[in-house]
């Protein structure tokens, strides 16, 4: 059997997105046309799948100690980055308890019968109670929590050794330039990881279709629609809320302000690529200080991602669904804590969020499997989620600044959008 998508250069030259896109298509074509027996071609999805079972816990574990170690210490930093800290968790948790309900709302996965796995069906049945949940995030012994792969136990080790590095001044340099560069070494392998997604993704939507039929085109519809809805909710509801309500200023200034750092948000997929764009809006629209700006908004970029967290929750329960899994409330607790935590180990480029989804996934026992037929539609799921998460960032900014003193007024109320000039653009590209 070959594939449709081995045509030489034209083939090497497309962006990874299209790629991937272009193999869930021909999947599901071949799956529909071939039937059943595309089930030939799964072992080619299980090899994607596990490569990118084998990059959660190094991943997360290097990537939660950089977040950490890299915050800088000084007395004024420390409050202004606890404050904004806490605001960004708590929006994200908003934020996934959102795409919970709407997931639950919209239904998505409902009647799509799918099978999992023998394996991630019995991990589902075993299902903790929620004191053991919350008896289980320290975890005894943590090399056996990173052998086991338990992520709330290693995101909590990480944060304790992050903050216990941050501590110890000069001691702690050799160990954080080993944590650097091996990040920087997963980030990579993440990279190489990813340019086998088209392929794995195409043998597993090929086996999806031939089993299921196209029966599954009006669910995957139904994703995006709860996704983009719930994010423009937040931006609406919750940001402009917290603007009117806790800094007392005009939210449609706030939503004009930030036009032109959601649209680069919106077309590069990566909160960081966007990051000069959202300094410019933050400090010539929204009238933040530059002290602020330069510090809350990196923070913002790298742990963030209100849009990511609000998809996860949509697409974790797309996935229950789909599988016929029922979550408890221990396992809605779970989800909201884990993908609160994981994004701050979230790095803000294209895709990252999918890699996340995966952890999530795990956490609660929910097959790999459904991981594949979202990852189908990722890119488009990621441009909403994207402009939502620098959409956070700038709020941020803006209630952090107002509580310091450090917002102008008058520069707020004023402004009308700065436009995004090619300087910007191709800042953005290069990041
Ligand atoms: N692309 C997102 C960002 O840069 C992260 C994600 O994939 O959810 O903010």
């Not at 948790?93 to 919970?100: D, K, N, P, R």
């Not at 309500?245 to 930030?258: D, M, W």
């Not at 764009?277 to 913002?300: D, Y």
Request: aromatic share 6%; charged share 10%.
């Amino acid at each position: 059997m070959t594939t449709a998508t081995s045509s030489g250069g034209v083939w090497s030259n497309l962006a990874l997105w299209k790629k991937i896109f272009i193999g869930m298509v021909a999947g599901i074509l071949v799956g529909a046309v071939v039937g059943p027996d595309a089930e030939v071609l799964k072992p080619i999805g299980t090899l994607f799948i596990n490569a990118i079972k084998m990059l959660i816990v190094p991943l997360v574990f290097c990537s939660l100690i950089v977040g950490v170690t890299s915050m800088e210490d000084s007395r004024k930093m420390g409050r202004i980055g606890l404050k904004s800290i806490f605001i960004y968790l708590a929006t994200t948790a908003v934020a996934i308890t959102i795409g919970l309900g709407l997931g639950t709302l919209f239904a998505p996965g409902a009647g799509l019968n799918m099978s999992a796995s023998a394996e991630t069906a019995a991990a589902a049945k075993e299902a903790p109670s929620l004191v053991t949940t919350i008896l289980g995030l320290i975890p005894k012994n943590p090399i056996e929590a990173l052998a086991s792969g338990h992520i709330l136990q290693i995101i909590v080790f990480a944060l304790g050794l992050g903050i216990s590095l941050n501590m110890i001044g000069e001691k702690a340099e050799p160990a954080i330039k080993v944590f650097n560069s091996l990040a920087e070494a997963m980030y990579k392998l993440t990279e190489l990881v990813m340019k086998f997604a088209p392929y794995g993704i195409f043998a597993l939507m090929a086996w999806v279709a031939g089993k299921y039929g196209l029966d599954l085109l009006m669910p995957l519809m139904t994703v995006i629609a709860a996704v983009y809805v719930g994010c423009i909710l937040h931006v609406v509801l919750v940001y402009s809320g917290a603007i009117a309500l806790i800094a007392r200023l005009a939210p449609v200034q706030y939503l004009k302000g930030i036009v032109n750092a959601q649209m680069m948000a919106f077309s590069s997929t990566s909160s960081s690529g966007t990051l000069p764009v959202s300094i410019r809006c933050a400090r010539e629209n929204l009238g933040v200080s530059k002290g602020i700006s330069s510090f809350v908004l990196p923070l913002g970029a790298t742990i963030n991602m209100d849009g990511t967290a609000l998809y996860q929750g949509v697409a974790a329960l797309f996935v229950a669904q789909a599988f016929g899994i029922d979550l408890t409330t221990a396992d809605y607790l779970t989800i909201i804590a884990t993908a609160t935590l994981a994004s701050v180990g979230t790095a803000g480029v294209p895709g990252a969020g999918l890699i996340m989804l995966s952890l999530v996934l795990t956490t609660v026992g929910l097959p790999m499997e459904g991981l594949a037929i979202i990852a189908g539609i990722d890119r488009i799921l990621d441009m909403a989620r994207t402009s939502v998460n620098v959409s956070g960032d700038l709020m941020v900014s803006v209630l952090v600044a107002k509580s310091e003193n450090e917002l102008d007024e008058s520069v707020y109320n004023a402004a009308e959008p700065v436009s995004v000039d090619s300087q910007d653009a191709s800042q953005a590209a290069k990041a």
